[in-house]
């Protein structure tokens, strides 16, 4: 699970937060911000038998070398970059220029035996670029070694099916970030993972090698209770 569902708890009490998340059935996890929590993120891994094979992180004009290597020591094999500002998404020389950032990055993160990608919102699927959409034109830019991370529900509300996405980002795409709801920009209106519109099962049929990795913004209820019955629900059908 991506650990932003549960910030404040996460904040007040790490190592419990990770406990709790452990006693649910997790066995990996995504921190975010994963610099700002120090020591405590790497004793409650441990101590709740976690791993976190992948971590959000903004690093693009930071320094890489801190990033990957506090990364390479908490385990961690893909540092993500979870967001990159609209503004930046509206041109072909503009996104290229992203592009060029992250393969610049992913030269340094192989130094340290990590690899880097992307995260997107809504922003990189709604404007089109030379017939396709910002993220599709992005990944065509990209080396090999950099990966990407769908936040499959954000496709939704940028207005793309995130089915037909998918595909067509191939091998590219190593996790999902998986949540649910109305497929709107209100963040609050998510919900646990099959209790929303979006077809969950479609989703991961699309890219079933993908890491799955269940989420919610926000919510009009408890995320902690939202995140057990996403669990839950992924288990019963055989997707988790």
Same mark, same amino acid.
């Given at each position: 699970?991506?650990?932003?569902?549960?910030?404040?708890?996460?904040?007040?009490?790490?190592?419990?937060?990770?406990?709790?998340?452990?006693?649910? $059935?997790? @066995?990996?996890? &995504?921190? #975010? =911000?994963?610099?700002?929590?120090?020591?405590?993120?790497? +004793?409650?891994?441990?101590?709740?038998?976690?791993?976190?094979?992948?971590?959000?992180?903004?690093?693009?004009?930071?320094?890489?070398?801190?990033?990957?290597?506090?990364?390479?020591?908490?385990?961690?094999?893909?540092?993500?970059?979870?967001?990159?500002?609209?503004?930046?998404?509206?041109?072909?020389?503009?996104?290229?220029?992203?592009?060029?950032?992250?393969?610049?990055?992913?030269?340094?993160?192989?130094?340290?035996?990590?690899?880097?990608?992307?995260?997107?919102?809504?922003?990189?699927?709604?404007?089109?670029?030379? $017939?396709? @959409?910002?993220? &599709?034109? #992005? =990944?065509?830019?990209?080396?090999?070694?950099?990966?990407? +991370?769908?936040?499959?529900?954000?496709?939704?509300?940028?207005?793309?099916?995130?089915?037909?996405?998918?595909?067509?980002?191939?091998?590219?795409?190593?996790?999902?970030?998986?949540?649910?709801?109305?497929?709107?920009?209100?963040?609050?209106?998510?919900?646990?993972?099959?209790?929303?519109?979006?077809?969950?099962?479609?989703?991961?049929?699309?890219?079933?090698?993908?890491?799955?990795?269940?989420?919610?913004?926000?919510?009009?209820?408890?995320?902690?209770?939202?995140?057990?019955?996403?669990?839950?629900?992924?288990?019963?059908?055989?997707?988790?």
């Amino acid at each position: 699970m991506q650990l932003y569902t549960v910030r404040e708890l996460l904040t007040e009490d790490t190592v419990g937060t990770l406990k709790r998340i452990a006693d649910i $059935g997790f @066995t990996q996890v &995504e921190p #975010f =911000a994963f610099l700002t929590f120090g020591d405590a993120l790497r +004793e409650g891994l441990a101590e709740a038998g976690l791993s976190a094979p992948t971590t959000h992180q903004g690093f693009i004009g930071g320094d890489l070398d801190e990033v990957f290597g506090a990364a390479k020591e908490l385990g961690v094999e893909t540092v993500i970059d979870p967001f990159v500002a609209p503004e930046r998404w509206q041109t072909a020389a503009d996104v290229a220029q992203i592009a060029e950032q992250l393969n610049a990055a992913a030269e340094v993160a192989a130094r340290h035996g990590v690899r880097v990608g992307y995260h997107n919102h809504a922003h990189e699927l709604e404007n089109r670029i030379e $017939g396709v @959409t910002a993220l &599709e034109f #992005f =990944a065509g830019k990209l080396a090999p070694e950099v990966v990407l +991370e769908v936040d499959t529900y954000w496709v939704a509300v940028g207005g793309v099916d995130p089915v037909a996405l998918l595909p067509t980002l191939g091998d590219r795409v190593v996790a999902l970030h998986i949540k649910d709801g109305p497929g709107t920009t209100e963040t609050k209106d998510q919900v646990a993972v099959g209790q929303g519109s979006l077809p969950i099962e479609q989703i991961i049929a699309a890219a079933p090698d993908a890491l799955r990795v269940i989420e919610l913004d926000d919510s009009r209820g408890d995320r902690f209770q939202a995140v057990a019955d996403s669990f839950a629900f992924l288990t019963a059908k055989g997707l988790a």
